[in-house]
């Protein structure tokens, strides 16, 4: 069964960085798509990165406005494993993050908004940011 495993997260202060790693298995990845999300207290999960890739080729990933030029996604499929590296962190950034995966014949991006149609989500890794 498909199985995603996170590690990383912690509190900074504004301004700092932290990296967040995801293992996935039981999962191919050929027409998929693999992301980050967010959820704050009292609010839905919030798209902040996809990754598209076909036929086992890493993909380039798609941001959300809000993180745009200060959050890089990555991901190495050989190694079945995703990157959210998050530079310049903001007190607003702070929430549970969750890597994710879902299959479409569309258009990866839908999921960013649509979190609620997301198949697979890692445990999550809380993040606080200070002022």
């Known amino acids: 069964q498909v199985q995603l495993v996170e590690s990383g997260g912690g509190s900074v202060q504004a301004g700092g960085s932290l990296r967040l790693s995801c293992t996935v298995s039981g999962y191919t990845y050929s027409s998929d798509c693999m992301g980050w999300f967010r959820q704050a207290p009292g609010k839905g999960r919030e798209g902040v990165a996809i990754?598209?890739?076909?036929?086992?080729?890493?993909?380039?990933?798609h941001y959300t406005d809000s993180v745009k030029g200060r959050f890089t996604a990555s991901q190495d499929i050989a190694r079945n494993t995703l990157w959210l590296q998050m530079n310049s962190l903001k007190p607003e950034d702070t929430a549970m993050y969750y890597c994710a995966a879902a299959s479409t014949t569309g258009n990866c991006a839908y999921f960013l908004t649509n979190a609620g149609a997301i198949y697979y989500w890692g445990q999550g890794a809380q993040v606080a940011v200070s002022s």
């Open positions: 990754i598209y890739s076909r036929n086992g080729v890493n993909g380039i990933p």
